[in-house]
């Protein structure tokens, strides 16, 4: 198979070639088998990628590609302590009021022994108690 002639083939799928080219071409091909069976294998392989189905991004695909990048770049040391303290509170936050629930539930099973004060946690003998206790 002649190299020219290959690349003059390759040439021929992309651009429109002069007359005597064409002519040198074919002639070319019907004088050589494997240019033949090469030309036939090419006009295949570009007839599958002209069927196959053209794969598009989103629109502002780059600007969400970049605004996630953004978004992994490492933070500050005061950041990440600010980021530990909110998720370590806001658990306990969720804990507290699961518990607090539970014992106003709990009050309110034995409303018929409680005060109205008592059934809130706001008896002020409680809290007499607790100021007078010393500290040290």
């Not at 008592?118 to 003998?125: H, N």
């Amino acid at each position: 198979m002649n190299k020219k002639m290959l690349r003059l083939m390759y040439k021929s799928f992309d651009i429109e070639l002069k007359q005597r080219e064409k002519i040198k071409l074919n002639e070319a091909i019907m004088g050589a088998k494997k240019l033949q069976e090469e030309k036939e294998q090419i006009e295949k392989m570009r007839g599958l990628f002209e069927k196959s189905r053209v794969y598009s991004f989103t629109p502002h695909f780059a600007e969400m590609v970049i605004q996630r990048i953004r978004e992994k770049e490492p933070l500050c040391h005061i950041e990440l302590i600010n980021e530990w303290l909110r998720s370590v509170f806001s658990r306990f936050a969720f804990v507290s009021v699961i518990l607090l629930i539970a014992l106003v539930t709990y009050n309110l099973i034995l409303g018929e022994m409680l005060t109205s004060d008592e059934l809130i946690f706001s008896s002020g003998v409680i809290f007499e108690e607790l100021f007078n206790l010393p500290l040290f």
